[in-house]
């Protein structure tokens, strides 16, 4: 059809997706004359332009998800993108911590889940938003958002058309709707404009009843447009187009959006060009051998002339990511890889950087002033607000931290659940999403051989004998290294298990199973020793969701110190100490001044609480060497906890300190010389 023939009338009178079913002509209904015309929709489009309040609006859009964020600078972070000469923030939201156990949810009033408040901030900053609520997010995130609980429920596929799946997944959008659909444009100007369907579906699959199925859902749940995302080639436009809703694609634009134009030959998903995820920079993994991304001069050079072939002809774009932010706590996923047959993972580090224009503390970069410049010629002279200033980061000296507790010492207060089992139960078995999990065997009949940990590693698994480390197992490599041991009646054998991330990402074309269904951590199967199926198991659920508090005075849930001394082999344990932030710093009033990358630089690898928020994990390996410390959960006045959990502790002590320059770094991995 000519699109040119559709009167304002029409839109509105189809609006938001203006030719909804799968049939691609609306049909002709007489119009009302043009005299007593409506107010145009507050946002739709038509085969060339997105139209705010009937006007043209080209889309100039970055990435920044509210989760990977402290709540006290979201504004900053939003007022930035705004300077940068954004006018729109795409957001993902991460379903699994608005809903960590199954009918929980955990979003409203404060904190990093409050969604609805990030969005409310981005209109007041005078920036619309674009919505991509899942339920699957990719985003380098713990199973691409997914609760780990759908891995219990019987019968429940992810990403497909099974009823226990869709049910999950209408609840939590249907719930999500009821606090952010109040922020839709259609009602009293909010700033969501566009709300996606799924995430790079095509790329999983082609089951295009169950996208038709979330389509449903969502055009019942908001009024604004509906938009599909996708790689810009033909097999991943074919498997994610939804009928009635616009595509747009990913990656380079120029054969993105010539493939675009090509291969959706559905009317009804046709209309302006975005190009919803244009990559710069990217990830990091942990690994000796995978250094901090960054980009060239020749790949800045090239971000720029795709963005300005993109503005040249009023197309639109997103920028991924604007700032990425971090993964606190556990919240990074992994990528699947497969070798000779056998799958692996490369877990994402805690940074989620990217490299971005806005780096991961809130700082401006010299991408950034590239791209606002750039930015720039395609706007009205002045509209792009003055850059902003970088505040400095802090720093702190050298604390010496002293030993707190033995994890194994600790299980009757640090355990959240304990089961008596002849065969290993696996994490979700034990109701337990994150965190570790610690299996325990005790010797009946001496036997020896190569120790393998169930079907596979699921991640990282360190192998003790009797409390000494015997060799650690991890899914992070093709082959990983091999235990073998010696046991005898009574020994007590211990598999601890890291959660390292659920992978995020699988591709149809890329593998030969679908590493997103099976996402089961801690041991699945029998635990053999020379082919021997060891029967009998204690097995403690250990999210540690909270760190203990060892400091004296902290009050009467204090842990008790059980340990003296600390040898090289030694089971997980916590290290505790205070420190001071710099009384300059604190003087300026703000919580940006405060801002650090704390480092434990003999660490091997674990987690760091500050005052009780867990900044994430550490790792030798590299890249990532230090932790984003957020001012805001820093105090001023007086002394600052900090709880490091070492995994593979060294001795009696360990050191932090707060770093005033970001540094990168890979090392070699101590558990693996394969
Ligand atoms: C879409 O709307 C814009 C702005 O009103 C207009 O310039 C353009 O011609 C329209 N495109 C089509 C195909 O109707
Ligand atoms: C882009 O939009 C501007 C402002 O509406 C207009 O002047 C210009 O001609 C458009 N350019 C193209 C290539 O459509
Ligand atoms: C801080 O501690 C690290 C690790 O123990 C050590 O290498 C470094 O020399 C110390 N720095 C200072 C200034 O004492
Ligand atoms: C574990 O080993 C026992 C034999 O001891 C066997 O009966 C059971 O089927 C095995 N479980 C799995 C999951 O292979």
């Given at each position: 059809m000519l699109w040119s023939q559709l009167l304002p009338c029409l839109l509105v009178a189809l609006s938001p997706a203006w030719a909804s079913s799968s049939s691609s002509s609306p049909s002709p209904t007489p119009s009302p004359s043009p005299t007593q015309s409506a107010p145009p929709p507050a946002f739709t489009y038509n085969r060339t332009s997105f139209l705010l309040h009937g006007d043209p609006f080209v889309i100039i859009g970055g990435q920044m998800d509210p989760q990977r964020i402290p709540a006290p600078y979201w504004r900053d972070r939003l007022v930035k993108a705004r300077s940068m000469g954004l006018n729109t923030i795409f957001s993902y939201v991460y379903w699994n911590e608005l809903e960590p156990v199954q009918g929980e949810w955990r979003g409203g009033a404060g904190g990093s889940n409050d969604v609805a408040q990030f969005f409310r901030i981005a209109g007041e900053e005078g920036l619309k938003v674009v919505l991509r609520p899942g339920p699957y997010v990719c985003g380098e995130r713990e199973w691409g958002g997914f609760p780990a609980w759908l891995g219990a429920v019987p019968g429940l596929t992810v990403r497909g058309g099974n009823g226990p799946f869709l049910d999950a997944a209408e609840r939590y959008l249907r719930r999500l709707a009821r606090e952010v659909a109040g922020l839709q444009v259609t009602r009293a100007g909010g700033p969501i404009v566009l709300v996606q369907v799924e995430n790079e579906y095509g790329s999983y699959g082609e089951d295009h009843a169950y996208t038709a199925a979330l389509r449903d859902v969502l055009k019942d749940a908001f009024e604004v447009p509906l938009y599909t995302n996708d790689g810009g080639v033909e097999w991943t436009l074919k498997g994610g187009e939804v009928p009635g809703v616009l595509a747009a694609i990913d990656g380079d634009p120029r054969s993105g959006f010539a493939a675009r134009d090509r291969f959706i030959?559905?009317?009804?998903?046709?209309g302006p060009l975005l190009d919803g995820e244009y990559y710069t920079t990217g990830f990091d993994t942990w690994g000796s051998g995978t250094p901090h991304a960054g980009a060239s001069e020749a790949q800045v050079q090239r971000y720029v002339e795709d963005l300005e072939f993109v503005l040249a002809a009023n197309n639109s774009i997103s920028v991924y990511m604007f700032h990425g932010g971090t993964n606190f706590g556990f919240g990074n996923g992994a990528l699947w890889k497969e070798a000779g047959g056998k799958g692996y993972t490369a877990a994402f580090v805690t940074s989620y950087d990217y490299g971005a224009p806005l780096d991961e503390s809130g700082r401006t970069t010299p991408l950034y002033e590239t791209l606002r410049e750039a930015i720039a010629r395609f706007v009205p002279a002045g509209s792009v607000p003055k850059a902003p200033r970088n505040v400095p980061l802090s720093g702190f000296a050298n604390v010496s931290l002293g030993l707190g507790g033995a994890l194994f010492d600790l299980l009757g207060g640090m355990a959240t659940g304990m089961r008596r089992v002849e065969e290993p139960v696996t994490m979700e078995q034990l109701g337990q999403s994150y965190g570790f999990v610690l299996y325990r065997h005790i010797v009946a009949a001496s036997v020896s051989g190569v120790l393998a940990p169930g079907d596979r590693a699921r991640d990282r698994v360190i192998v003790y004998v009797n409390g000494v480390r015997r060799g650690v197992i991890d899914s992070?490599?093709?082959t990983p290294a091999t235990v073998e041991l010696d046991l005898a009646q009574g020994d007590m054998l211990d598999l601890f298990v890291e959660n390292l991330g659920r992978v995020d990402y699988w591709s149809r074309e890329s593998g030969t199973v679908s590493a997103l269904e099976d996402q089961a951590k801690g041991v699945k199967g029998n635990v053999t020793v020379g082919g021997e199926v060891m029967v009998g198991w204690e097995v403690f659920a250990l999210p540690v969701e909270t760190a203990p508090v060892f400091t004296p005075g902290s009050g009467s849930e204090r842990a008790e110190n059980t340990i003296n001394a600390v040898v090289e082999g030694a089971p997980p344990v916590f290290f505790h100490g205070t420190f001071l932030v710099d009384p300059e710093a604190a003087a300026a009033g703000d919580p940006a001044a405060l801002d650090t990358f704390l480092a434990v630089?003999?660490?091997v690898k674990g987690v760091v609480w500050v005052n009780g928020f867990n900044l994430g994990r550490y790792w030798i390996v590299g890249p990532q060497q230090s932790l984003y410390l957020p001012g805001?959960?820093?105090?001023?006045?007086r002394e600052n906890e900090v709880v490091v959990l070492e995994l593979e502790p060294r001795g009696d002590k360990l050191t932090v300190f707060g770093e005033v320059e970001r540094t990168w770094a890979n090392y070699a991995d101590p558990d693996y010389d394969g």
């Open positions: 030959t559905d009317e009804s998903e046709l992070t490599y093709a630089p003999d660490g805001t959960v820093l105090r001023a006045d």
